[in-house]
């Protein structure tokens, strides 16, 4: 029973490998009505995808999407909108050297002991181009969000150990694309770029943590009890290639508040609207949303493939050496940032339409 | 549309509220043939339930039990597993001063904006005592997993600010039933006891973590792309009630690795097994597991119960004082431990019969 | 993978067999603020009942309902409605002398070949009894649908060879209930109350049909391309017991006719709502209601149980004889009309949730 | 909430419009290692095509499907099966003249009442033209299944009056495909071609029944209570356009047999095997196979597209005279043949897979 599927009210699938023919989505359950801006997808694509500054990997891919369905006369239609990416920079080649090696870290001998075989050619579905269609539905999402005034940023926090020191309220987020590593705090993303660039050369890899933000989602969205909102996000966030962590609200550090101290007071603001005086909930209470900012953070670990050779085993068993080339990303935390925006947008679209359920209209 | 849903193979849904007539669960899709050892099910049950120590809430609920369907002459059937717990210690009347009001940090507010309405009778479907039919399915799910070898073990890892200061590698899991708090470190057990009766005292709760360590699963469980193992891992221990986080192998700390260094070298063993020299992936690659231990640890906020004095405002927005009074928990750790170990029971249980699919027999 | 769940948005999952503890139903997603008529649930029980009526099994059962979550102060509350019969008249040692037997045409064989084992008692899961649990879940979605206007009228129009000669506009459907067939044309009843109680006599069954019509269902209902409205009208109904075949608007009868005599021409009416002047359509276009009434025919076979002595094998693949013994129906179609009201119930609360995410609200 | 996805564990989700850029299929639980055979699945799309023949519509569409990703070294992976059809005889110009205008018994005025908008472009979504995708999937489907041995073949049974007189044992099902009607009885299948040539002249259309019968499936498949294997035959057949009714084994002419007539009565075979000394039951009983022949009937009315013209309305309630031209189907039925035997295909494979759960292996 496969797993490609995310969503119940606002559902896709999506299919492809790295080096197959094409990938892409089918997005059913998108409201009609809406104006599809295409040009925002691809926009969106292009946040993600590879070569576009030098702190990322130098591959070439356009990642071009192609609408096949579902958009008539430039509004979406109620029906499922159908997209596919070919994939253009394929140079199989590249790939002979390893066909039976299991690279350490990757997904080679998992997918092997799952399936009893594999697509070894760039990691095939285990691959994170597959991102690429959850992307362009998530843009779609947020063509929808939008619709309802919710907004969501993303940005990278941490670069191994270079850390913003300052929290998500005082930073200017509309400075996130400024820079190549998409840190809206500019003196600590230059010492970011300096560190990837500098693991670069090194052929290795680093980590690190993006912090997302999302402003208008109203109180009402999530639902109990297995899916609550915060639930679902981190599933849609772990589920990212490399995620290792999710946190909302206080998160980890918040353990150590007594209750006294965490919990957020309510008070009624000059409009009447019930607010919280702080907002260590994340925005999130009993997994509904109460109509405060939602945010959250992840660890995304450093990538597997590195040029540095590395002792490993292949499909017979045998020591081998796994000699990395090619051209892969430093540091996955710059491109991460779209990826989480729309896996983020995925998750509210969805929770906003089974919001619509819940009770006598 | 709802979400009282867990799984897709090991279907679980629950219902009940804190304060209603009873709560259950029915569990749909688990294999014919399994020994139902029903004084396994009421153990867990017990390891979770309130009164059981001096550390948690001196509530009495006896949480019986009753088996309603699926079992024939001591084996699981293959049909629906019904399960019932009814609610012996009511006492609704503890709850009539709060029926209007939003108690802070906690669910009454979402919920109110959520359906227009709620059962204000101790948190209603929103207190943790859904949890319980959690537990009772989760231990069917053990059941099953036992005959596949799989051992589930989750211990308290930290309290406020005390941590354990050994790996879970280093230390002797089978001490974590050996005191009330369920850490298998006996000094850190103690000082987190003195702890947490401390913050009792003063009326107060406090937070921490826990760590789960999973062994005996083969390689091959989990589905790409989006039901990843440790996403499934995520989501359901996020749905637990007062869960602010998730991370799995290193985790946080990880994300300041090199890959060079944080990557995991296979190696054949003398069983000519697949293994890897060392764990920082968690015993899961590419969202599949490679046959090593499985391990995350989560962190549980304080619980928003408290005795003090807090502000709110009411259902009619006006400002109000919420008084704590009744038998709460002062640190939820040692009950989540039950709670934590049997959901993973379930990510399991239902990532093995998936897996049954994966390929031609 | 289990299949006790039905629907998407409004969904259920039922549980219990014939002679077990007991048997019940989860409804998940029933929407918040809908008034609970618990006296309308069980009345709707009462229809189904054994024992109500000299044609139909004298088994006593009560059916008595409980209700245990999901209801406060008289409203639903949004989260999920629990409810749980127990059986009473279990007399187990009914059942002694056909353990190891497969009775013909029951699902004996196909259990036991399923799940390697089964509950011999009274045909456990795949007993009838279990629709008991549907019912009580559809007279919920009854009272939803209520509040739109919607109305559901099933009613018996064949029994054996004897069938009703009017079509459902030409009777007065508020007759339904004035006789123990539940057939709405008086002579015809009683012709076959007099077949049924013939058919008894011989210890022998029969079979028959039930139409259903569906009033005040708004156009829009039922979703592109698989869950077409009729497509899950008909995989519910099949669904029950003993049904054998399902058909909606001209249904097998209208294949001979040409599409120039078939087409339903559309028109407006004086308050401008399209029409259409005939109904071969059934109330349904392209899987979706156009707003004239709904109507369909289900066709139920004889009941398996018969006195007269059968041939069969045992478990061990040897000839035995089956004799017929207890308290069976001699004509379920009486007793159908209930639970055929109830599962279309289901699916039109269902789809009427699924609508409200069709397009920007 | 969408429906454009059919399946559990062989999941299939579909998308594209009659007249927009393509149409296409993801099958997301496929296992891995089936041998590949496009040729096959381009076969079957071209016994669903359009143009084959002079009784079918003279459209012509190539319906090459071209595949990508799942597949490699020819095998299936395991990963999703994404596979998209273009549309080339796109000729939208043949649409305009009924942009605003509800066809009679088409689906343009409930999309346009679900969707608030609708492609009007030959049906858009509501086109049969979609169910390509699906004969895409099915075959797929079948090639799965072939593995295990079964083998499923339809055939048309009855053109408007006229009938084959044979049941499907007494037929030679090798000649299905020995003419255009798709009917292995050749006398009847020459008196169907000249009805359908009549009714073509006329400029309109004819209903008729196909007959399916499936071998080969083991005792076991289907899932109590929703799910029972005919039900989800049913709902699979009910989703195919112009589908009107469903009866499988003895059907809606069984039902004047009494139980002691109608049950079939068990014995072992030579090798052990318990069998049914007649076949009533359809190979079905309690919703699960029992290796005895599975067949069902279905029926298809006339297709709405006459030449004639038709009284209708527009979009502003207006009168309009619909006017046919175009190529149309005089009959679907010779073409519905590759669509039934392609949705049985899936509906088989998912409970195929679903089986694999039922017990501890």
């Not at 912090?211 to 996000?233: M, N, Q, R, S, Y």
Request: glycine share 12%.
């Amino acid at each position: 029973m496969a797993g490609s599927t995310y969503g119940t009210a606002f559902k896709i699938t999506t299919f492809g490998e790295s080096h197959g023919v094409g990938l892409g989505v089918i997005i059913d359950g998108c409201p009609a009505g809406i104006d599809f801006d295409e040009e925002f997808i691809q926009g969106e694509l292009a946040r993600r995808k590879p070569g576009q500054s030098k702190i990322v990997t130098q591959r070439k891919e356009e990642d071009g999407v192609q609408v096949l369905s579902g958009v008539f006369e430039g509004k979406t239609t109620g029906t499922p909108i159908g997209m596919v990416i070919y994939n253009k920079d394929q140079r199989s080649r590249d790939y002979g050297h390893i066909f039976d090696k299991f690279r350490p870290s990757h997904a080679d001998y998992t997918f092997h002991a799952k399936y009893g075989m594999r697509d070894y050619r760039g990691g095939g579905r285990s691959s994170a181009r597959e991102t690429a269609a959850r992307v362009a539905a998530g843009a779609v999402a947020q063509l929808y969000l939008r619709t309802l005034g919710v907004d969501i940023k993303t940005y990278v926090s941490q670069v191994g150990s270079i850390a913003v020191g300052k929290t998500h309220e005082e930073l200017d987020l509309s400075l996130i694309e400024s820079n190549p590593v998409r840190c809206p705090d500019p003196e600590t993303a230059a010492l970011m770029e300096k560190e990837i660039l500098s693991v670069r050369k090194d052929g290795d890899t680093i980590g690190g943590l993006v912090t997302c933000v999302i402003k208008g989602v109203p109180a009402g969205w999530g639902e109990p009890v297995f899916d609550k909102l915060h639930a679902e996000l981190g599933k849609a966030i772990l589920s990212i290639n490399a995620c290792k962590g999710f946190e909302y609200g206080s998160g980890f550090a918040g353990v150590t508040l007594r209750g006294s101290q965490h919990n957020d007071a309510f008070y009624t603001d000059e409009n009447g609207t019930v607010k919280t005086r702080t907002n260590r909930s994340g925005g999130i209470q009993g997994g509904i949303s109460n109509g405060e900012n939602i945010y959250f953070r992840a660890a995304f670990k450093s990538v597997a493939t590195i040029i540095i050779d590395q002792d490993s085993v292949n499909e017979a068993g045998e020591d081998v050496t796994v000699s990395g080339k090619g051209r892969h990303d430093p540091c996955v935390l710059p491109r991460a940032v779209a990826i989480v925006d729309n896996m983020a947008a995925l998750v509210l679209a969805d929770m906003s339409l089974r919001q619509r359920s819940a009770r006598l209209s």
